[in-house]
């Protein structure tokens, strides 16, 4: 199991808080992007996503990826970049020896150029999604070609949808054990974008399943409360987006011990930011 693990701020977008959960007030609301930190004993410091960098307002200078910033503003300060606050914990940036992606919103890939050393897991689907796109036909997915390094297909071990025949879980489905020891096994979440995958991590301090954007606040999979329609606009397949939702509630409820996190919740960034430091586990 991990040893140690962590949540970090990279900072926010700004949205409507009705457009992230129905029922919801119409009043701003600012989507933190979390990153975990996962200390793995044989395989060294992993880290879940990469958050948003300084790349990202570089990357969306120009039309047509500025048209990302106009609709979901950000505010990003370069000291909130993982690589910036590594040294504090003392964490040398070439220590982070693999990163697992998400999905391949630009939110969740704009670290990625800090770590040149770093292998990268993502889903096979999920790359053949954006790659090669380019302009609108990116951008309709979210999508921001200059935030993939130049070595990213050498570097990436794609995951076919035939590595998922692990153990299922309640509602979510079957597992792909990613080091083939049982601690880290990831999970399709779809809907939100295609081949997006979350993350069941088992820590000494307990289970914790990183939900990424299967949604995107806590109150939305207790209560089963999905977001607008207008987001139907920009994600892979509403339908899927309301499947997923269920499946976290039933999964919270099968597994009531394992602490979900998605990665825009207000409640995991107050978390992150309350007076105690952000060490989840000594």
């Given at each position: 199991?991990?040893?140690?693990?962590?949540?970090?701020?990279?900072?926010?977008?700004?949205?409507?808080?009705?457009?992230?959960?129905?029922?919801?007030?119409?009043?701003?609301?600012?989507?933190?992007?979390?990153?975990?930190?996962?200390?793995?004993?044989?395989?060294?410091?992993?880290?879940?996503?990469?958050?948003?960098?300084?790349?990202?307002?570089?990357?969306?200078?120009?039309?047509?990826?500025?048209?990302?910033?106009?609709?979901?503003?950000?505010?990003?300060?370069?000291?909130?970049?993982?690589?910036?606050?590594?040294?504090?914990?003392?964490?040398?940036?070439?220590?982070?020896?693999?990163?697992?992606?998400?999905?391949?919103h630009a939110d969740h890939l704009a670290g990625l150029h800090d770590f040149p050393h770093a292998r990268l897991i993502a889903s096979?689907?999920?790359?053949?999604?954006?790659?090669?796109?380019?302009?609108?036909?990116?951008?309709?997915?979210?999508?921001?070609?200059?935030?993939?390094?130049?070595?990213?297909?050498?570097?990436?071990?794609?995951?076919?949808?035939?590595?998922?025949?692990?153990?299922?879980?309640?509602?979510?489905?079957?597992?792909?054990?990613?080091?083939?020891?049982?601690?880290?096994?990831?999970?399709?979440?779809?809907?939100?974008?295609?081949?997006?995958?979350?993350?069941?991590?088992?820590?000494?301090?307990?289970?914790?399943?990183?939900?990424?954007?299967?949604?995107?606040?806590?109150?939305?999979?207790?209560?089963?409360?999905?977001?607008?329609?207008?987001?139907?606009?920009?994600?892979?397949?509403?339908?899927?987006?309301?499947q997923t939702l269920h499946a976290l509630h039933h999964f919270a409820h099968a597994r009531p011990a394992v602490r979900i996190i998605?990665?825009?919740?207000?409640?995991?960034?107050?978390?992150?930011?309350?007076?105690?430091?952000?060490?989840?586990?000594?």
């Open positions: 199991m991990l040893d140690h693990w962590l949540l970090l701020d990279t900072g926010f977008c700004r949205v409507s808080a009705h457009h992230v959960m129905r029922g919801a007030p119409h009043q701003p609301l600012d989507c933190h992007a979390l990153v975990a930190l996962l200390h793995h004993p044989q395989h060294g410091w992993i880290m879940w996503d990469s958050g948003y960098a300084p790349r990202m307002l570089t990357a969306t200078q120009r039309l047509p990826y500025r048209l990302y910033r106009l609709a979901t503003p950000l505010h990003i300060r370069p000291e909130q970049s993982v690589i910036a606050q590594l040294p504090a914990l003392g964490i040398d940036p070439q220590a982070i020896r693999t990163i697992i992606i998400s999905h391949f096979a689907p999920a790359y053949a999604h954006v790659q090669g796109r380019r302009g609108l036909a990116a951008l309709r997915r979210g999508f921001i070609p200059a935030l993939l390094p130049p070595d990213f297909a050498e570097r990436v071990r794609l995951l076919p949808p035939a590595d998922f025949r692990g153990p299922p879980l309640p509602a979510l489905g079957a597992t792909c054990d990613l080091f083939g020891d049982g601690v880290l096994q990831a999970v399709w979440l779809p809907g939100h974008a295609r081949g997006q995958i979350g993350l069941l991590a088992h820590t000494h301090t307990g289970a914790i399943l990183l939900a990424a954007d299967g949604c995107w606040t806590t109150e939305a999979y207790r209560e089963l409360r999905p977001p607008h329609r207008l987001t139907h606009l920009f994600v892979d397949d509403p339908v899927a987006v309301g998605p990665t825009h919740c207000p409640a995991m960034f107050a978390y992150v930011t309350r007076p105690a430091a952000p060490v989840l586990a000594p």
